[in-house]
């Protein structure tokens, strides 16, 4: 059983920088495409970022292209979030996800529990 488990949420005010992080257990990590995604309340899951098995390719949404960067540590079995210059509409539960399936618009296969990112003005 693949289990995700995101950290380093918090409350920050406009233009503030956080960094998240996503700890997934097993021992296939590498092999997973990786994603972070987000929900703000009373909108649906909208797509933040994707990263490759290996951590060559990367895609944005254009919300967040040039601010928002995504890594990942394949030793340690980690996925991050690096959200600089943020904005009161960043606000919501970001979630991070795991596919086997490399391509882009793929199914996520399995999913984290959510940490909450609040950005105030």
């Known amino acids: 059983q693949v289990q995700l488990v995101e950290s380093g949420g918090g409350s920050v005010q406009a233009g503030g920088s956080l960094r998240l992080s996503c700890a997934v257990s097993?021992?296939?990590?590498?092999?997973?495409?990786m994603g972070w995604f987000r929900q703000a309340s009373g909108k649906e899951r909208e797509f933040v970022a994707h990263i490759s098995w290996s951590g060559g390719r990367t895609h944005y949404a254009d919300s967040v292209k040039g601010r928002f960067t995504i890594s990942r540590d394949n030793a340690k079995n980690t996925v991050y979030l690096q959200m600089n210059s943020l904005k009161p509409e960043d606000t919501a539960v970001y979630y991070c996800?795991?596919?086997?399936?490399?391509?882009?618009?793929?199914?996520?296969?399995?999913w984290g529990q959510g940490t909450q990112v609040t950005v105030s003005s």
């Open positions: 097993g021992r296939t990590f590498s092999s997973y495409a």
């Open positions: 996800a795991a596919k086997t399936d490399q391509r882009l618009g793929a199914t996520y296969d399995y």
